[in-house]
């Protein structure tokens, strides 16, 4: 486990200016920010999405499993952990903010465990 990456990341993820806007059809859409309702592939978004983006060298991926996977070999996770950061269960996703997101990689860095029911 890459305990600087994932502090780095928890630090981007809280600091970076976050908005959220909502479609005409009420679907959550990401603009210019964080969101783990969906994945974009080859963008910031989710966890693995930030991941790829910071440490990912500007590679590209066609498909957004690979974003999760090239997030879990930067990040230097065991599969199983890094399923329950990128894909966290229980709850809506869209309520995730980056200040939780940002305390639960904090979580990791320092346990070694994902846990989704912490408080930032």
Same mark, same amino acid.
């Given at each position: 486990?890459?305990?600087?990456?994932?502090?780095? &990341?928890?630090?981007?993820?809280?600091?970076?200016?976050?908005?959220?806007?909502?479609?005409?059809?009420?679907?959550?859409?990401? &603009?210019?920010? @964080?969101?783990? #309702? #969906?994945?974009?592939?080859?963008?910031?978004?989710?966890?693995?999405?930030? $991941? !790829?983006?910071? @440490?990912?060298?500007?590679?590209?991926? $066609?498909?957004?499993?690979?974003?999760?996977?090239? $997030?879990?070999?930067?990040?230097?996770?065991?599969?199983?952990?890094?399923?329950?950061?990128?894909?966290?269960?229980?709850?809506?996703?869209?309520?995730?903010?980056?200040?939780?997101?940002?305390?639960? &990689?904090? !979580?990791?860095?320092?346990?070694?465990?994902?846990?989704? #029911?912490?408080?930032?």
């Amino acid at each position: 486990m890459n305990k600087e990456r994932i502090l780095q &990341l928890a630090d981007v993820i809280e600091r970076t200016p976050h908005r959220r806007r909502y479609k005409p059809t009420s679907q959550w859409r990401k &603009l210019n920010g @964080f969101n783990m #309702s #969906s994945w974009h592939c080859g963008t910031t978004g989710c966890i693995a999405g930030w $991941a !790829h983006h910071l @440490f990912g060298g500007g590679k590209e991926t $066609a498909f957004t499993d690979d974003i999760q996977y090239d $997030a879990q070999e930067l990040l230097d996770l065991p599969f199983e952990i890094a399923d329950d950061l990128f894909v966290p269960g229980g709850g809506y996703l869209r309520d995730i903010k980056p200040a939780k997101a940002a305390a639960v &990689l904090r !979580h990791l860095a320092e346990t070694g465990k994902v846990n989704w #029911s912490i408080t930032p």
